[in-house]
């Protein structure tokens, strides 16, 4: 008997063995259940006559069946499972399921029960195309490969088969029955399977849907596919537009053959390239005032097409305000108890009034998180060392989870399944955030991490990406963390400067977990911020590194750079947001068996103004009266909403120096008084803000131009601590309107008394 026939009749044998074992000549339960599950593989592939044994690395979706768990005779519990495709593929390799044999694997309690964690195998016939190779060959193996494992859940997600190195090879035979290779070891990662997803992006004003136009005049526009690791790379990226509420096909105006885009990966340089990318003229039609439905299509062939879109207004002079002799990259100084003028313009040209108001944020002194460290060189993946992305973002998703959002670390947001791990969520988002050997793109990122709450079925999040280059763009990131408590995963950039490679860019994402400020001057303040750093899973308690800026006035962290190089620093280039439904996230209650972060929260937003905005580029003002504020660092925003609706923002940071006498208050950012009335002027109500040092009564009255008391808003009634808003409906204490006129609101509490003028137009 020829030795190809001896392993044939070898096989044959096995296979009935296998099929007896399993039961499945014997009538064991069927299988009811199935599921699309993703695979990583790591294997040593030997071929012969092609120089040493090799690693290679696979990715890729399968198909299986398996039975609900039923006892055996000796009292465990049995879950069969049965392996319907296989579809891996890696550089020059595609490993498919045997059309013949079945591959087969079981799991089966450790003791009796159901309990996990239980023993598990998989016994696997598989062909292999080795196109460089073996051109026009499959390679199949006659003995199956016998993976063994330890799952922790039914279906077996988040767990590792091994065929260790030091095993009896797997032969490879040709389609001649000739063996030309064997296979060393196998070591595989079954996650959540995800299809393909593809995602588009405009850049928008700072919490808009206003498009960004760039000094250059054009609108630019990102996309990613992400998933399905059985893909092929795109052939191109077609965008296309039209206006929004049409029906007609959409109007191509770029096709992207390349996609080569810059990735974080902590060791490898990011190199160039904007990804998948164009850019939109909008003065090539007449966009003034439109909102646009932009489209990629991404071709994948002989795959597909995948399609996303998204809805934006477009206008060649978008309605965003500006600051005026407020340059973004600086701090103002606002001195206490002073009246300060916010000057502020829009371009656009509007047909009618706008409004515009003002208002600011105290960032507390300091503000921190207590964050899972999740250390990407402990995944157990072949891209460790290039998962800072998806492990920054495992970070942040873990505390969600711990905050409110109890199905983000739950494997398909199912509470009665085990917890996952950060290191867990960080494996699972490899695949669809698309990391590869050489990193992830921040796209990629966003679109990983958006179908991972899909995944886990988490509706009306919001993920994106913002550039951070000058003090408002950090002022922009302060605020998601800190006043909306949405999470923000730093991109920190760093230039190799010796060495081999030096010139390079090195990009690493972190997790901010906190940020402090220290006066150093009468006039300025120093930030210092700290995060979860992937590489290694340091925590937020490690270090806190000062922030300072470069030579073009970006922002950097003082001591902390990539290259290694003493005393350098990264710059903070950009950041991912993670906000959940309604804004505010981590801090929605938490789940009973986990303690609630306790990070401090600061008062709420302080309106300090109101009037009109008349665009055209008319330089409007609106005042901040710092009278009753305390020293310290502020977010202050004016907000513009133009004759259509549309409400754009500009931020700075600004600070109020620290005053050389007098005592600090009891409540941080507030002094007993007054503090504003919006909108002023007004018809029919007005807000009154004031604030209180410590608990109190307070007495608040309406006062008309004579003197004379026409409404009694309050007597006495006892507030806490902190800043208040009450409404004024304009009515005297019989409840009758009053006339237009000039009235005063006069405040009482602590011994102290004061009043502001308010305007009411009929």
């Given at each position: 008997?020829?030795?190809?026939?001896?392993?044939?009749?070898?096989?044959?044998?096995?296979?009935?063995?296998?099929?007896?074992?399993?039961?499945?000549?014997?009538?064991?339960?069927?299988?009811?259940?199935?599921?699309?599950?993703?695979?990583?593989?790591?294997?040593?592939?030997?071929?012969?006559?092609?120089?040493?044994?090799?690693?290679?690395?696979?990715?890729?979706?399968?198909?299986?069946?398996?039975?609900?768990?039923?006892?055996?005779?000796?009292?465990?519990?049995?879950?069969?499972?049965?392996?319907?495709?296989?579809?891996?593929?890696?550089?020059?390799?595609?490993?498919?399921?045997?059309?013949?044999?079945?591959?087969?694997?079981?799991?089966?309690?450790?003791?009796?029960?159901?309990?996990?964690?239980?023993?598990?195998?998989?016994?696997?016939?598989?062909?292999?195309?080795?196109?460089?190779?073996?051109?026009?060959?499959?390679?199949?193996?006659?003995?199956?490969?016998?993976?063994?494992?330890?799952?922790?859940?039914?279906?077996?997600?988040?767990?590792?088969?091994?065929?260790?190195?030091?095993?009896?090879?797997?032969?490879?035979?040709?389609?001649?029955?000739?063996?030309?290779?064997?296979?060393?070891?196998?070591?595989?990662?079954?996650?959540?399977?995800?299809?393909?997803?593809?995602?588009?992006?405009?850049?928008?004003?700072?919490?808009?849907?206003?498009?960004?136009?760039?000094?250059?005049?054009?609108?630019?526009?990102?996309?990613?596919?992400?998933?399905?690791?059985?893909?092929?790379?795109?052939?191109?990226?077609?965008?296309?537009?039209?206006?929004?509420?049409?029906?007609?096909?959409?109007?191509?105006?770029?096709?992207?053959?390349?996609?080569?885009?810059?990735?974080?990966?902590?060791?490898?340089?990011?190199?160039?390239?904007?990804?998948?990318?164009?850019?939109?003229?909008?003065?090539?039609?007449?966009?003034?005032?439109?909102?646009?439905?932009?489209?990629?299509?991404?071709?994948?062939?002989?795959?597909?097409?995948?399609?996303?879109?998204?809805?934006?207004?477009?206008?060649?002079?978008?309605?965003?305000?500006?600051?005026?002799?407020?340059?973004?990259?600086?701090?103002?100084?606002?001195?206490?108890?002073?009246?300060?003028?916010?000057?502020?313009?829009?371009?656009?040209?509007?047909?009618?009034?706008?409004?515009?108001?003002?208002?600011?944020?105290p960032l507390v002194q300091s503000f921190s998180r207590e964050l899972t460290p999740v250390n990407q060189l402990g995944l157990g993946t072949?891209?460790?060392?290039?998962?800072?992305?998806?492990?920054?973002?495992?970070?942040?998703?873990?505390?969600?989870?711990?905050?409110?959002?109890?199905?983000?670390?739950?494997?398909?947001?199912?509470?009665?399944?085990?917890?996952?791990?950060?290191?867990?969520?960080?494996?699972?988002?490899?695949?669809?955030?698309?990391?590869?050997?050489?990193?992830?793109?921040?796209?990629?990122?966003?679109?990983?991490?958006?179908?991972?709450?899909?995944?886990?079925?988490?509706?009306?999040?919001?993920?994106?990406?913002?550039?951070?280059?000058?003090?408002?763009?950090?002022?922009?990131?302060?605020?998601?963390?800190?006043?909306?408590?949405?999470?923000?995963?730093?991109?920190?950039?760093?230039?190799?400067?010796?060495?081999?490679?030096?010139?390079?860019?090195?990009?690493?994402?972190?997790?901010?977990?906190?940020?402090?400020?220290?006066?150093?001057?009468?006039?300025?303040?120093?930030?210092?911020?700290?995060?979860?750093?992937?590489?290694?899973?340091?925590?937020?308690?490690?270090?806190?590194?000062?922030?300072?800026?470069?030579?073009?006035?970006?922002?950097?962290?003082?001591?902390?750079?990539?290259?290694?190089?003493?005393?350098?620093?990264?710059?903070?280039?950009?950041?991912?947001?993670?906000?959940?439904?309604?804004?505010?996230?981590?801090?929605?209650?938490?789940?009973?068996?986990?303690?609630?972060?306790?990070?401090?929260?600061?008062?709420?937003?302080?309106?300090?103004?109101?009037?009109?905005?008349?665009?055209?580029?008319?330089?409007?003002?609106?005042?901040?009266?710092?009278?009753?504020?305390?020293?310290?660092?502020?977010?202050?925003?004016?907000?513009?909403?133009?004759?259509?609706?549309?409400?754009?923002?500009?931020?700075?940071?600004?600070?109020?120096?620290?005053?050389?006498?007098?005592?600090?208050?009891?409540?941080?950012?507030?002094?007993?008084?007054?503090?504003?009335?919006?909108?002023?002027?007004?018809?029919?109500?007005?807000?009154?803000?004031?604030?209180?040092?410590?608990?109190?009564?307070?007495?608040?009255?309406?006062?008309?131009?004579?003197?004379?008391?026409?409404?009694?808003?309050?007597?006495?009634?006892?507030?806490?601590?902190?800043?208040?808003?009450?409404?004024?409906?304009?009515?005297?204490?019989?409840?009758?309107?009053?006339?237009?006129?000039?009235?005063?609101?006069?405040?009482?509490?602590?011994?102290?008394?004061?009043?502001?003028?308010?305007?009411?137009?009929?």
């Open positions: 008997m020829s030795k190809c026939k001896r392993l044939l009749g070898l096989f044959l044998a096995l296979s009935v063995i296998y099929l007896l074992a399993a039961g499945f000549l014997s009538g064991s339960p069927s299988f009811p259940n199935e599921k699309t599950i993703a695979q990583d593989v790591k294997m040593v592939l030997n071929l012969y006559s092609f120089g040493p044994p090799d690693t290679v690395i696979l990715r890729g979706p399968s198909d299986i069946e398996f039975s609900d768990p039923y006892p055996d005779p000796e009292g465990h519990h049995v879950i069969d499972t049965e392996i319907i495709s296989l579809n891996l593929k890696g550089t020059d390799i595609i490993i498919r399921k045997q059309e013949g044999p079945i591959s087969l694997g079981s799991t089966r309690s450790i003791e009796p029960g159901i309990d996990f964690p239980a023993e598990s195998f998989f016994d696997v016939f598989f062909e292999v195309e080795l196109p460089y190779h073996f051109p026009g060959d499959t390679l199949i193996n006659y003995v199956p490969l016998h993976l063994t494992g330890v799952v922790n859940q039914y279906p077996p997600y988040f767990e590792t088969y091994l065929y260790p190195l030091g095993s009896p090879p797997i032969l490879l035979y040709s389609k001649s029955g000739i063996a030309v290779g064997e296979l060393l070891s196998w070591e595989e990662y079954i996650l959540p399977y995800y299809p393909p997803r593809a995602d588009i992006q405009v850049p928008t004003a700072y919490r808009s849907n206003v498009a960004v136009v760039s000094p250059s005049g054009l609108i630019e526009i990102s996309a990613a596919l992400s998933g399905g690791a059985e893909l092929e790379p795109p052939l191109f990226a077609e965008f296309s537009y039209r206006h929004c509420g049409e029906t007609v096909p959409f109007m191509p105006f770029y096709v992207d053959y390349d996609g080569g885009g810059l990735r974080a990966s902590t060791i490898y340089p990011q190199g160039e390239g904007d990804g998948w990318c164009a850019y939109f003229d909008p003065g090539s039609e007449p966009f003034e005032g439109q909102c646009v439905q932009f489209e990629v299509a991404f071709h994948v062939p002989p795959y597909g097409i995948w399609r996303d879109t998204v809805d934006v207004f477009v206008d060649p002079t978008p309605p965003i305000p500006k600051f005026v002799d407020f340059d973004r990259d600086s701090v103002g100084v606002y001195h206490i108890d002073s009246f300060f003028d916010i000057c502020y313009q829009l371009e656009d040209e509007l047909p009618a009034p706008g409004t515009g108001r003002a208002q600011v944020f072949a891209f460790d060392s290039v998962s800072c992305g998806i492990t920054a973002a495992a970070c942040c998703l873990k505390y969600m989870a711990d905050n409110g959002h109890e199905e983000l670390d739950n494997p398909e947001g199912d509470e009665s399944k085990p917890e996952q791990s950060g290191e867990d969520i960080a494996k699972e988002l490899q695949g669809p955030s698309g990391t590869d050997a050489t990193g992830t793109t921040g796209t990629g990122l966003v679109n990983g991490i958006k179908s991972y709450l899909k995944g886990h079925g988490a509706e009306g999040w919001d993920v994106s990406q913002h550039p951070v280059n000058d003090e408002a763009g950090l002022g922009e990131m302060f605020r998601e963390m800190e006043s909306d408590s949405e999470d923000v995963i730093v991109l920190l950039k760093d230039t190799v400067t010796t060495g081999e490679g030096a010139g390079d860019t090195l990009g690493h994402f972190v997790t901010l977990g906190s940020r402090e400020q220290e006066q150093v001057s009468e006039d300025s303040t120093v930030q210092r911020i700290d995060f979860m750093n992937p590489w290694g899973g340091g925590s937020t308690a490690d270090n806190k590194y000062d922030v300072g800026e470069n030579s073009n006035g970006e922002p950097t962290t003082e001591g902390f750079d990539l290259d290694g190089g003493a005393g350098a620093s990264a710059r903070v280039a950009g950041y991912v947001k993670v906000s959940p439904p309604d804004g505010g996230g981590g801090g929605g209650g938490s789940r009973s068996s986990r303690p609630r972060d306790g990070s401090p929260s600061s008062p709420g937003w302080i309106p300090i103004d109101m009037g009109i905005c008349h665009g055209h580029g008319v330089v409007d003002t609106l005042h901040w009266d710092t009278h009753g504020f305390a020293s310290g660092l502020y977010l202050l925003e004016v907000i513009t909403i133009d004759d259509q609706g549309h409400e754009c923002r500009d931020l700075r940071l600004c600070f109020i120096p620290t005053m050389g006498t007098g005592t600090d208050p009891d409540t941080p950012g507030f002094k007993t008084g007054l503090i504003n009335l919006y909108p002023n002027p007004f018809n029919p109500s007005t807000n009154i803000v004031f604030a209180l040092e410590k608990d109190g009564p307070v007495t608040m009255a309406i006062y008309d131009i004579a003197g004379r008391r026409v409404r009694m808003l309050m007597a006495g009634k006892r507030w806490t601590a902190g800043s208040h808003t009450i409404s004024w409906d304009g009515k005297n204490d019989r409840g009758a309107q009053l006339a237009s006129g000039v009235y005063f609101c006069r405040f009482q509490a602590e011994g102290q008394a004061s009043a502001l003028k308010m305007i009411l137009l009929r």
